[in-house]
């Protein structure tokens, strides 16, 4: 069995799919693991409640950013873009992750 590919989420995916009640999707797909920066998880306000729940039942696992690398790519994507962005953008790149998001401006450009 192959290993599922990472896919690092973005606040406003988990927020469309919090306000449809249907964060279970995220596990539905075996070949996808989709987690969430610490970042972007405190930018989740109003839903929080449902991204908890999530969490708990395993369809989304929460990550930190690690190696000096991945921080040192962060800090400079932060003069640029959001915080959830830059964590999401940092962590892919140093992880050869898959990001979801539905973000149009800076951090698309940035992305490709």
Same mark, same amino acid.
């Given at each position: &069995?192959?290993?599922?590919?990472? +896919? ?19 596990? /539905? ?6 987690? +969430?920066?610490?970042? +972007? !998880?405190?930018?989740?306000? !109003?839903?929080?409640? !449902? ?29 640029? &873009? ?7 953008? /940092? &962590?892919?790149?140093? !992880?050869? /992750? ?15």
């Amino acid at each position: &069995m192959k290993t599922p590919r990472l +896919v690092l989420t973005d606040a406003n995916v988990l927020i469309n799919l919090a306000q449809v009640d249907r964060l279970d999707l995220l596990s /539905a797909l075996p070949d996808l693991d989709f987690c +969430v920066p610490q970042e +972007v !998880r405190a930018e989740v306000i !109003r839903e929080k409640t !449902r991204v908890e729940e999530a969490l708990c039942r395993g369809h989304l696992r929460e990550l930190l950013l690690g190696e000096t690398g991945e921080l040192a790519l962060f800090v400079d994507l932060r003069q640029i &873009m959001g915080l959830g962005e830059a964590a999401c953008l /940092a &962590m892919a790149v140093h !992880r050869g /992750a898959l990001i979801a998001s539905d973000e149009k401006r800076v951090f698309k450009r940035e992305a490709e």
